[in-house]
């Protein structure tokens, strides 16, 4: 039972000793050990200020290229949109174009056309007189042998020119 219960001289001492490390601890170490732990809550404090302004200016941002990005989406479709319609106007113009200069070429080959038929059409109009003088002119040679057929004839034409 000794073992349990201390002696008086121990307790004393064993209290002497616990009361001296106390003030010395309280003196010494307890104020810096405070201040640590003020300071360490202080700076735990402003990070989770930091992080709640981060998270804060992370939402931002992320709405903020949203934002961005919608309107590039945007941007880009009306771009496109100028892109088809500046190419079916191109393409429309091309067409129209190039139906007015085949409109043209056309006339013009029909006015080639006419002008070779006229011109085709005097020439045979011009040998079919030459070959009718050249046959009357044979004709007549071998009708108007002689002079009195030819008095005859000329008679008649006379007669027939006074009546018209």
């Known amino acids: ?17 616990f009361l001296v490390v106390f003030f010395i601890l309280k003196k010494f170490a307890w104020k810096p050990l405070l ?7 202080e700076s735990i404090a402003k990070a989770l200020q930091s992080a709640e302004v981060a998270k804060r200016e992370m939402e931002k941002l992320e709405a903020d290229n949203e934002k961005i990005l919608s309107k590039a989406r945007q941007e880009r479709d009306k771009i496109l949109a100028e892109a088809r319609d500046l190419k079916d106007s191109i393409t429309a113009r091309a067409k129209e174009q190039a139906k007015t200069e085949a409109d043209k070429i056309i006339e013009d080959a029909r006015g080639l056309i006419r002008a070779e038929r006229d011109v085709a059409m ?23 042998a002689s002079e009195k057929e030819q008095k005859d004839l000329i008679d008649r034409m006379l007669r027939d020119t006074k009546m018209n």
């Open 1 to 17: 039972m000794d073992l349990l219960i201390p002696h008086t001289g121990t307790v004393i001492w064993m209290l002497f000793s």
């Open 122 to 144: 005097k020439e045979i109009k011009e040998y079919a007189a030459l070959l009718s003088v050249r046959m009357t002119e044979k004709l007549l040679k071998e009708k108007l």
């Open 35 to 41: 201040q640590a732990l003020k300071q360490r809550e």
